[in-house]
Structure formats: structure tokens, C-alpha cells
């Protein structure tokens, strides 16, 4: 398997705040990758720099063998590299389907593209993907009234309708109800296998990554820690010392 | 079907009011001029979350655009300008409507194009400082036209009077600017069903989401200015022909009175929704001609408590008012929770 992503050397700082010193890290194209870590370990902030909302200090970022270090948000998001974000973003005062039929992919978008009508086929990817989330009753409802969780499930069900070739999701489980956690993962191994969307996932919570990924890399204070396999990281004593450590 | 008998109705009403109160034939004219500008400032305003205060910049700047052609196609301007519209200078009935038609096109493809490189600039701004941005643009353009001699400086330009009948005139200007209103309504009806809709209130919402999810974010913005720019330049356009003279500071670039009630016209019937400019237009008109003819002297205060007490007490305007009071007729309803939904 080829590398979708290949992280070489990025660091970032934060006026005096050392986020991410000279990390360097590979995703595998169609595997799902894990990145964990305590919080402020700089996972989100290495997130963002992948995706261009801010510029990296040093180091080189590829997506498909191409640089894209030095690309805006928009155009890296084109390329077919999506993420969601940790604090949910959806768009409020639209309701579900509306929020759903914006995001279609814009990669090969023209002018008068803005001028579509929304196609019967938009329409009905929309509605099966609200069904795949389990948002389907609600799809009506404005984006802003939904809950925290179902707010999350409709951000995840809007990256999906956009067709990425890459999804990475922050803490995709935060603030999900604990007994809807388990149908999550089965829709993110869904994804991943039947979309072949290749998934890079940050998440805090333990039982779920091992459950999920091929590959985890674990950054503290900023820096790489460790990486491998599940079984390689539940067993590593800096990981485990990390983790205690932050408590 | 409600809908259709309800349109129809409104047509005819629109159709025959000029007729039915002649007295007020300029008046009603002015208020589909407010039903224009409240209808394209809430495009960008209202759908988009862009609250500009330089759409005045594109009336001010069609009337000069409009009254440059017109001028243009017959004599010198400076020569014109000169003689501040002295009375060597005719104009026949083709002069003058060819003027019209060509200057009214001309003003709104100028003023999109301005819209177009204004917005390359401001867009980067948001919120209170794209408003801030914009009126800058608008106070600017004022000052620097009334100091330019070519088009009249602080003069102005009178442009020549319609060549007929005066009341007939008042007539014609009417349906040009409830056509242009007309227009102007059914096209964002059109346009606020397509993707662009939808565009625009996911940047309103989130436009860092609406980035982040590859929309070419500064593509729709352009775009909506520049039709808000196009419509508003041709209303301009219209005005200078209605008014035959008009100047800079007052008349052109006013940015306190016609740039404020446009944002007044749609605050008050309702941000971001289809009928709001129209209906808070209607409102702040009649409301505006009332205290202007019986309270004059306390014209300004009344206007001035009106605007307070929609920003601060009403923010959902009319419609949202109405939205939240009868659903049922905006084909929405509401859950148990108090939520609510729209229909299929
Ligand atoms: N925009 C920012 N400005 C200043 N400091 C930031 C910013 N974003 C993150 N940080 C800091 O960088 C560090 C890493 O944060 P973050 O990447 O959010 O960690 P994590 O996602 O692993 O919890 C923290 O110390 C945080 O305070
Ligand atoms: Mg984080």
C-alpha cells in the first residue's frame, strides 16, 4: 500500500507554545491511521496544518505525492482532503438536507456550476447518507437545533456527500452518547471499506481507536512519541506513562 | 392554488395603483425604488451574512454612469457640465430614450464590475469592518465626484426633462422601477432555490466550514455583489431620469439616508428571507411619508426610534415574526420540542 500522506519534519509554533516540533508521520492510502495523545498534545494543531488553516514553521506536507504545505483551505479541500472539526461545524439556521446538498464535492466546479438546480441524484445521496447516520427523521430540522452528538453525525454524514479520497475526523466520538459509540465505528469501518475513503482519525477514547485503526501514532508534549500497530501501542510503557502522566 | 390568486392579486394592485392615486405617482415610485434596494442589499446582507453599507456607492455611481452616456451620445460632457445644463442643450424623444436604455445597461455593468474589484478588496473584511469597508467606499466616492468639474462637481447634472407629458412621465417612471422591482424579485426567487442559495447561507452560517468544505467561497461572494451592484447601478440609472437633476452629496452617494433605510427596510420585514425587504420596505415607506407630512420637525426622531427599536427589540423582523407565529402558512412545522420543521 502507498502513502496518501506523508508528514516530513512539521513543527509549529504558538508564539512561545511549541505545538508540533519536527513530526513526521504516513498514512496509508485506504487503511484507517489513528493519531492519539493527551490534550494539548498538539494532534488538533497538527490537523489543521495538513489542511491549510494555518501555515507550518518548518517541514514538508504531501497529499498524492504533491506539496501541499504551501496551498489555501479551499484548494486542498478540492484535492479530496476533508476534516471535520473538534468543536462541530454545521451550518445552523440550514436544515439537515440543506446542509447536505452544500456539500457536494466542488472539485471540478465551474461558474455556472453555481447556478445548478440541485440534481435528483444530489437529492437522493443526501437523504441515504442522512439515513446512514441515523439522521434521516430529523432531516428536517434546522442544523442548529440538532443535539451536540447528531450535530457531529450530520458533519460526518456532509464529509462523506463530498466524496474526499482522505476523511480526517477529530475526536469523532466526543459527546456521542456512550451507547451510540459502537454503531459510529461500524459506519467509520463502513466508510472506509465501502467508500474506500481512507480515514485518519484523532481519539481519545482508547477502546475505540484500538477497535478502529491499522496504524496509531501517539504525539505528547507536542512530539512523536511513539507509532504501531494497536497491540504495539497498548503495550508501549511511554505511551501508557503519557497517558497516566497527563491524569 | 392561495399562492397564484395571492400574486395575481398583488400584480394587479401594482398595476392599477398609479392610476387609482395619481397624486402619489412619484411617491410610489420611490417605494419600489426601496423595495430594490432592500431586496439587493438583503442579497448580500440577509442570505450571505455581508452587511455592507456601500450599496448606495452603486445608485450614486449608475446616476453618473447613466447621465455620462446620455449626455455623451448627443454632446461634450464638459461642454455640457459648463453651462450646468443650460438650454442650447435638446434632446429628442430617440436621444433621450436611447440615453435611457443605454445608460441604465451601462450603469449596471459598470457598477457590477466596481462591485467586482471593490469586493476583491473589502471581502477579505468581516463583519463590522466589511460594513465599515464598504460605507468608506461610498463617503469616498461622494467627496471625490462633487470635486470633479468634468461631471459637475458639488453641482451636479440636470439632466434633460422626459420629453411629454409630465404625468405621463410620472406613469412611465413608475413601471420602469416596479418592473425593474418585478424582475429583480422573481430572479432571486430563482436564484434563492438554485446552489448559489445555498452557497450564500453556508457562508452566512459558517464560513470557515463553508472553506473548509472546498466551496469557492470568494467566487459566490463576487458574484452576489456584483448582481446586487448591477440592480442597484440601474435603479440609479432610473433615478437620475426621475430626478433630471441631482448631485453628489445629497442625492447620489446619500449614504445616510437612502445606504440606511435600505438596511432599516430590511431589518425591520425580516433578514434573509424573500418577502422581508419587500414588506418592511412597504412599511418604513408609508411609515417614513406619514411622519414626514404630519409630524415634520419630529420626522428624524420617529425615523431614529424606529430604527432603535427594530434593532434592538425586533431583530427578527416581520417575517421571522411571522414565521414563528404561523408556521403552518411557510409550510413548516413544529415538533414537541419546539423545534421546527420545514416541508418536503
Ligand atoms: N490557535 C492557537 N493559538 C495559540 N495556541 C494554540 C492554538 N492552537 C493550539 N494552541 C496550543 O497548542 C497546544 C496544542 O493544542 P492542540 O493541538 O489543540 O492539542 P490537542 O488537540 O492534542 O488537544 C496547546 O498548548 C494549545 O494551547
Ligand atoms: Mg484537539
Known sequence: MSNIIEVTGVSKNFGGVVANHDISLKVKKGAITGLIGPNGSGKTTLFNSIVGFHPIDEGSITFEGQEISKLQVQQIARLGLLRTFQQTRIYGKMNCVENMLISIPHRRAEFMDMFASHSKADREKALSLLEFVGLYEKRKL???DLSFGQQKLLEFAMALMNEPSVLMLDEPTAGINPTLINGLIDRLKKANEQFDITLFVIEHNMRVIMNLADQIYCLAHGELLAEGTPEEIQNDSRVIDAYLGAH | MNKTVLYTVLLIVAAIAPFLFPAYGTQLATLWLMIIVALTWDLTGGQMGYNSLGNIFFYGTGMYVAAIVTISLVYNVADYTDAAGGGTFKFTWAQYFAGM???????????AVCAVIIGFITFGLRGPYFAIGTLGVAIA???LVS????????????LPVYPGDLDQGKIVFYFLFAGLGIGIFLFLKWLYGTRFGLAMNAIRDD???AEGMGLHTLRYKLTAWAMAAFFVGIAGAISAFQLIHF???ETAYQTINLGIFMVVCVLLGGKGTLWGPVVGAIVFHVFKEVTWNYFLGWQWVALGALIVITVVYFQEGLMGWLMRMRPEWFGLTVDES?????AE
Do not use: R, T, Y
Request: glycine residues 24%.
Open chain 2, 101 to 111: 436604455a443605454l445608460g441604465s445597461l451601462a450603469a449596471g455593468l459598470f457598477c
Open chain 2, 207 to 209: 464560513e470557515d466550514k
Open chain 2, 338 to 342: 419546539g423545534k421546527v420543521e420545514a
Open chain 1, 142 to 144: 434546522l442544523g442548529g
Open chain 2, 247 to 249: 448631485e453628489p452629496l
Open chain 2, 141 to 143: 466616492a461622494g467627496e
Open chain 2, 147 to 158: 470635486n470633479w468639474d468634468w461631471v459637475g462637481g458639488g453641482q451636479g447634472i440636470a
